[in-house]
């Protein structure tokens, strides 16, 4: 959104420098994506779909560390039982080869462990990044309708930032503003309660800025 922002604006005052021809049959929208993105109905439901995975795959990785943890306690009684005395030297050996074997499957189930987590924090950064993807899609999608039915040439984004951090839209009448009907059109037929306060929590999405 900000490469296309860096591109755009900069294309609208040239035509402004060019002459008034051009800038008079230009018809100006805003739109606040940020808003849409947050408050459109499916990007509650795909929240809610990335938090349930995110707590299954918790449960998987506690699960695999309770083992992990069970295994490393053998192990330590294997080692104890290496060096007690009261057994025989044959059972002893027997221990400690039985705690050697323990050892490498302790340090498989680790290894386990550690590219399942790095492909779970994969598998949800997919997640997202496609959830946002398709639902930024489907927004200006919607967007582009409502604009080209009221016949406007160009449409803003008021949250967009530039890349220093600061507004790229510093002031508007907002005269113009689709936001709202284009909230509606999204939304309309949602299958959620929309007047319920969001209560999903789920980490930020991949490449996330202060909009969509």
């Known amino acids: 959104m900000k490469n296309i922002l860096r591109m755009v604006i900069p294309a609208f005052l040239l035509m402004a420098f060019m002459g008034g021809s051009a800038l008079a049959q230009t018809k100006i929208a805003t739109v606040d994506l940020k808003k849409l993105f947050d408050n459109y109905y499916k990007t509650k439901l795909a929240q809610a779909a990335i938090q349930d995975r995110a707590a299954q795959l918790d449960k998987d990785d ?15 009684t294997l080692l104890e039982q290496a060096n007690d005395q009261a057994l025989s030297a044959d059972e002893r050996d027997k221990r400690k080869q039985s705690a050697d074997d323990k050892l490498k499957d302790l340090q498989t189930a680790k290894a386990s462990i550690d590219q399942f987590e790095r492909q779970a924090q994969t598998t949800l950064g997919e997640q997202r990044q496609r959830m946002r993807d ?13 604009a080209k039915a009221a016949d406007d040439t160009l449409v803003f984004d008021t949250a967009a930032e530039t890349v220093n951090g600061t507004m790229a839209i510093v002031y508007s009448t907002g005269d113009n503003d689709l936001t709202e009907a284009v909230l509606s059109q999204l939304n309309a037929g949602a299958p959620i309660d929309l007047t319920q306060p969001d209560t999903t929590t789920v980490p930020p999405l991949t490449n996330a800025t202060s909009n969509p």
């Open 134 to 146: 398709n639902i930024l899609t489907e927004i200006k999608a919607a967007v582009a309708t409502k």
């Open 62 to 76: 506690k699960s695999m560390k309770d083992d992990l943890k069970k295994g490393s306690d053998d192990y330590q």
